[in-house]
């Protein structure tokens, strides 16, 4: 995943120094979210218990510091502000908050159909 993602797809001569904050910051929250599932495997595979409380340990702060990444990306991007907002915190099933969103464009049955066997 982050291979593709480390390296800039355009001349930086280019990209505005947003554009580039903005790569930094997407390529270290696909950074932090590998390490979460990294060490959420480790601590679930081991059969050491105190190893997989210290992996579970790590994992939280990997978790934080991936939070940390989506909120300075709220702040700087009208675009995830904006789907933050409306995602985020919602009780209900998440493709019935974007058929909400939408007025019924755009969510899983009204793009595909039913699945199979419905």
Do not use: C
Not at 15 to 32: D, F, G, I, K, P
Not at 74 to 97: H, K, M, V, W
Request: glycine share 6%; net charge negative; charged share 30%.
């Amino acid at each position: 995943m982050a291979g593709a993602s480390e390296s800039y797809h355009e001349p930086l001569e280019r990209l505005s120094e947003r554009t580039m904050n903005m790569h930094r910051a997407l390529v270290s929250l696909q950074e932090e979210l590998e390490a979460v599932d990294w060490y959420q495997q480790r601590a679930e595979g081991s059969p050491d218990q105190a190893l997989s409380e210290v992996l579970l340990h790590n994992m939280r702060e990997e978790v934080e510091h991936a939070s940390m990444i989506l909120e300075w990306l709220r702040r700087n991007s009208s675009d995830f502000d904006a789907q933050l907002r409306e995602y985020l915190f919602t009780e209900g099933p998440i493709a019935e908050e974007e058929a909400e969103a939408t007025g019924g464009e755009g969510s899983p049955q009204s793009t595909i159909g039913p699945l199979k066997g419905e």
